[in-house]
């Protein structure tokens, strides 16, 4: 049955590195969701696309994360340098956005740990 | 404004009991309340959904109940059993901002029902 899928599963990284999220929306879905879950600040909407074009990005802090839609089956969220704090579960969503309300499928989540 | 508020934060709830989750919002303009679901280790999961036209929506054990004039909206689960155990966020969202919008999520409540 069609999921979203995410990648890695779980990513363990040093303070200064790098991070790369990925996310595979449901095929024929138009509206992809980044989310970020903590136990204190629980469900964070990031950023969200329609359409690969991004509607929304204000909850990201601009100077570290980054988000793209580099083809309609492809949803990347990068974390440069990644600091502690960032640690989280990352969760991608998508939907079909037409008219009226709709569902948001979300992945597994990537469990994010920086030291 | 945009804030889902959500309570209470934990729920123990006897087996065959009733499980009650309360939320309230400030933003007139929420046109749609959806209920999630999350088990540990997964995404959460569309459970229910109403629109403000209606008080009530049930399905199968799950209800909300909806009241407009206080801006508060609740699920009840009726016979709680053991596999309800699982974290409920509330959410809600302005369906007809012609801007874009998307879902604002409550804090969420862990709910265990023990047997």
């Known amino acids: 049955d069609a999921r979203v899928t995410q990648t890695p599963r779980h990513k363990v990284t040093e303070m200064g590195q790098e991070v790369t999220m990925r996310c595979q929306p449901i095929l024929g879905h138009n509206t992809v969701f980044w989310y970020r879950q903590t136990m204190m600040q629980g469900l964070e909407l990031l950023a969200y696309?329609?359409?690969?074009?991004?509607?929304?990005d204000s909850g990201m802090p601009k100077d570290r994360f980054s988000a793209e839609m580099p083809d309609a089956t492809l949803a990347t969220l990068k974390i440069q340098p990644s600091e502690p704090r960032d640690s989280a579960v990352y969760f991608c969503?998508?939907?079909?956005?037409?008219?009226?309300?709709?569902?948001?499928?979300f992945g597994p989540g990537t469990r994010l740990t920086v030291t | 404004q945009q804030q889902v508020k959500q309570s209470p934060q934990s729920l123990i709830v006897q087996k065959g009991g009733i499980s009650i989750i309360n939320c309230a919002y400030e933003?007139?303009?929420?046109?749609?309340f959806p209920w999630y679901q999350q088990f540990p280790g997964k995404g959460p999961a569309l459970l229910i959904a109403i629109r403000p036209d209606v008080s009530e929506k049930k399905e199968g054990r799950f209800t909300i109940s909806f009241n407009k004039s206080a801006k508060q909206f609740s699920l009840h689960i009726m016979d709680s059993q053991p596999g309800d155990s699982a974290t409920y966020f509330c959410?809600?969202?302005?369906?007809?901002?012609?801007?874009?919008?998307?879902?604002?999520f409550g804090k969420g409540t862990t709910l265990s029902v023990s047997s």
């Open positions: 933003n007139t303009a929420f046109d749609y």
């Open positions: 959410a809600a969202e302005a369906l007809d901002n012609q801007a874009g919008t998307a879902l604002i």
């Open positions: 696309f329609r359409n690969r074009a991004p509607l929304d």
């Open positions: 969503a998508s939907g079909l956005a037409s008219a009226g309300p709709y569902e948001q499928y």
